[in-house]
Structure formats: structure tokens, C-alpha cells
Nanobody, 118 residues
Framework: VQLQASGGGLVQAGGSLRLSCTAS????????MGWYRQAPGKQREPVAL???????TYADSVKGRATISRGSAKNTMYLQMNSLKPDDTAVYYC?????????????WGQGTEVTVSS
């Protein structure tokens, strides 16, 4: 299973970005998908999670500003972030809890960098 994240970039504070993540490979099922971020010098932290049943959870720091969604094909995921702040600057990683013929595991994308300028 491979995850490909895209959509990062440089944006001014108050702006918006839409991140995308696509899972590919021999996937039997995808359970929870989520976005995590890691700012320079900090640990990776969860931003938003989406269960296969449609439940979503958000970090307090992005509540009201972020929306996670899954594509109709269920192997794609998006993160719409509005009212971006300099504190949102980080590398954003997509994650999927998925099963393949090799079993069930957590998979990570390569990350997409988001820089918010003040």
C-alpha cells in the first residue's frame, strides 16, 4: 500500500489550502485515514481523522478551520484548511489503517510541506 500526499505550499496567513492523499496498491480494506503534521523541532501530531464509517475527529488547534473528507472511491482523502495561521506551518502526512494481502498495518505518505507566512 502506498500513500501519495499533495497540495502543500506557501500561503499567507488567513489563506486556505486543500491537501489530497491517494492510497494505491493491492488494498483489501481501508479503515481509518488521517492527517498528521510535524512542525520543525516538534513531534508528529494528529490533525484530523476519518473513520470508514464517516466519523471525524479534529485536533483542538484546527477545529472550525479544517474539514477532513473521503472521496467516493474511499481510497482518497482530503483536508481543507481555512484561516491558516503561521502555527499551521509543518509537514503534513497522510496515514491509513489498511489491510492488504500482507495483513493489516498503518501506512504513511511521504509528507507535503505547508508554510504559512505572517
Amino acid at each position: 500500500v502506498q500513500l501519495q500526499a499533495s497540495g502543500g505550499g506557501l500561503v499567507q496567513a488567513g489563506g486556505s489550502l486543500r491537501l489530497s492523499c491517494t492510497a494505491s496498491g493491492t488494498i483489501l480494506s481501508i479503515y481509518t485515514m488521517g492527517w498528521y503534521r510535524q512542525a520543525p523541532g516538534k513531534q508528529r501530531e494528529p490533525v484530523a481523522l476519518s473513520s470508514s464509517g464517516g466519523a471525524t475527529t479534529y485536533a483542538d488547534s484546527v477545529k472550525g478551520r479544517a474539514t477532513i473528507s473521503r472521496g467516493s472511491a474511499k481510497n482518497t482523502m482530503y483536508l481543507q484548511m481555512n484561516s491558516l495561521k503561521p502555527d499551521d506551518t509543518a509537514v503534513y502526512y497522510c496515514n491509513a489503517d489498511a489491510s492488504s494481502f500482507m495483513g493489516r498495518a498503518a501506512y504513511w505518505g511521504q509528507g507535503t510541506e505547508v508554510t504559512v507566512s505572517s
